[in-house]
């Protein structure tokens, strides 16, 4: 198991390596570490992998490309941090008003109803690290 943290870090040493960096910055640590009392390897209560694994079935997805100018996400992030400095509030990126824009976007499109609990992944820029 591992957190997200975990798995940057071990991204990152890996390009590291790839790059020939001696020594990378965050050496893996091998330690195990375990629960006290805990029986190893620890047994899950299940006997076969349909009780524990959900295969949930796909949905149609559609890939979709957009392009958004600089001039346009440098309008919207001008506009956003134009509101925000009666209020108080720190400058933000041009990314945080570009995403509010296309989640919004997205959430209305598809006409959620407003007890509906709505999740969005997103990956950007990992295509250098691997």
């Excluded at 295969?55 to 506009?79: D, G």
């Excluded at 720190?90 to 824009?101: C, E, H, K, M, N």
């Excluded at 609990?117 to 950007?124: D, E, K, N, S, Y």
Aim: hydrophobic share 40%; with cysteine.
């Amino acid at each position: 198991m591992g957190d997200g943290t975990a798995f940057w870090n071990f991204v990152n040493s890996w390009a590291e390596i790839n790059r020939g960096v001696d020594p990378i910055s965050r050496p893996p640590v091998h330690d195990r570490w375990f629960v006290d009392g805990a029986s190893v390897p620890i047994k899950l209560p299940y006997n076969k992998s349909e009780e524990y694994i959900l295969r949930p079935k796909a949905p149609n997805l559609k890939e979709i490309f957009f392009h958004f100018p600089s001039e346009f996400v440098a309008h919207l992030k001008e506009t956003v941090n134009m509101e925000n400095r009666n209020t108080g509030e720190p400058t933000i990126s041009s990314f945080q008003p570009l995403v509010a824009l296309v989640w919004l976007s997205i959430t209305q499109a598809r006409r959620f109803l407003e007890n509906e609990t709505v999740g969005c992944r997103l990956a950007f820029d990992n295509q250098t690290r691997f």
